[in-house]
């Protein structure tokens, strides 16, 4: 099946600086790649999200970037604030229904 | 809030009790899923159900049961087979198509063991 693996597992910024957030994937059957950002205790919310035919796609400050020869995509946020700290999760999915995540990477902007 | 519905927001559990986590939607989505997440893992595939009366396991789908008898609702049973069953339980749906793939979340049970 496929694995997703995501890093860094915590990253720390200040306020105004970019982030980015990098993720792999080993099946080259998915095609699908969103991104989800989680407070705590609540429920992860989509952010953006790139489907294979696509190298890029922005949304004002956020970014994501697929290589889908070496299998990886990238979350970017720029000129960070302080309500992008959260828990950031990547994932991948096929045709077939099944989403596969990463584990995660705790985002803190420091003021 | 995005139409899907989990209840209750905490839950508790005896040794040996069989618990349910309820888990609505009103957005119409074919698919629906089942997710733990526990500190520091990414979510984990409990099971999963692309139309009413049929369902599939996931990665981790020891020790829960679910049914999807209507197409709005898909419980998830935690049985007493599961011996570690505290963690945040998310439950989510989804158009089931080639061409919209968004996947869309509950708010979550938390489910702790007394």
């Known amino acids: 099946g496929e694995n997703v693996e995501q890093h860094p597992s915590t990253l720390s910024v200040q306020e105004g600086d970019s982030a980015v957030i990098k993720c792999t994937y080993s099946d080259s059957a998915s095609n699908y790649f969103p991104w989800y950002k989680q407070e705590l205790g609540k429920r992860p919310q989509l952010i953006i999200d790139?489907?294979?035919?696509?190298g890029e796609k922005k949304d004002q400050r956020i970014a994501v970037t697929l290589n889908k020869t070496a299998k990886h995509f990238s979350l970017h946020i720029t000129e960070t604030q302080p309500e992008d700290s959260a828990v950031y999760f990547c994932a991948a999915a096929d045709t077939g229904n099944q989403f596969y995540f990463g584990t995660g990477t705790s985002l803190t902007v420091i003021p | 809030d995005g139409g899907i519905t989990q209840s209750p927001k905490y839950l508790f559990r005896k040794e040996g009790q069989n618990v349910t986590l309820s888990c609505e939607q009103n957005l119409n989505h074919d698919a629906m899923y089942w997710y733990r997440q526990d500190p520091g893992q990414g979510l984990r595939l409990i099971y999963y159900s692309q139309i009413v009366n049929d369902f599939q396991k996931g990665d981790i789908a020891e020790g829960y049961s679910v049914s999807r008898e209507k197409k709005e609702s898909f419980p998830l049973t935690v049985t007493s087979a599961q011996k570690n069953p505290t963690a945040f339980y998310l439950c989510?749906?989804?158009?089931?198509?080639?061409?919209?793939?968004?996947?869309?979340f509950g708010s979550g049970t938390q489910l702790s063991v007394l």
């Open positions: 790139i489907r294979s035919n696509v």
């Open positions: 989510a749906s989804r158009v089931s198509s080639a061409t919209n793939e968004k996947l869309f």
